[in-house]
C-alpha cells in the first residue's frame, strides 16, 4: 500500500532533487533551488514501506489558484496510477475546496489528468509567460 503525506519533514530532498534533474522540465537543476521550490509550495510525497516512491507539490494561494507542478513517480511504481492519484489528492483535498482554477503542464500525461477533469486551456490565447533567459534555452532545447 502506497500512503500519501504532506508532510514536508518526511520528503527526501535528496531523492527529489535527483528526480527532478533528471526531469525533461528541469534538467540539472540546483538542489537549493529545489529547496526553495519546496519551502513554498504545498508539497506532497507518496510512501512505500516507509520509502518515498513519488512527489508533487502545489503552488496556490489556497483560495482561487493552484499550480500543480513537478509530478514525479518513481520508475518500479509507474504506471500504477499514483500520479492521478496524487493530484486527485490535492482536487479533493479540504485545503484546496472551492478554488477555481486548477492548471498544470504536462507533455505527455493528458490522458492522466484528463480523468480527473482537466482540459486543454479555456482560452489559451489569454496565457502569458515570462520566461528567464536560462528557462528558455532549456525549453528550446526539449523541444
Known sequence: MIELDDDKARLDLALV??????????????????????????????????????????????ATFAWIADVWIDEPVRGQGLGRRMVGWFIDHSQFAGIRRVALTTRDAHG????????????????????????????????
Open 17 to 62: 532533487h535527483s528526480w527532478l534533474a533528471s526531469s525533461y522540465w528541469s534538467p540539472g537543476i540546483e538542489r537549493a533551488l529545489v529547496e526553495r521550490a519546496i519551502a513554498g509550495s504545498h508539497c506532497l510525497g507518496a510512501y512505500r514501506d516507509g520509502e518515498q516512491v513519488g512527489f508533487a507539490r502545489a503552488i496556490t494561494d489556497h
Open 112 to 143: 492522466v489528468y484528463a480523468k480527473l477533469g482537466f482540459t486543454p486551456l479555456h482560452a489559451p490565447g489569454n496565457l502569458m509567460e515570462r520566461l528567464a533567459p536560462e528557462a528558455a534555452a532549456l525549453l528550446k532545447e526539449s523541444t
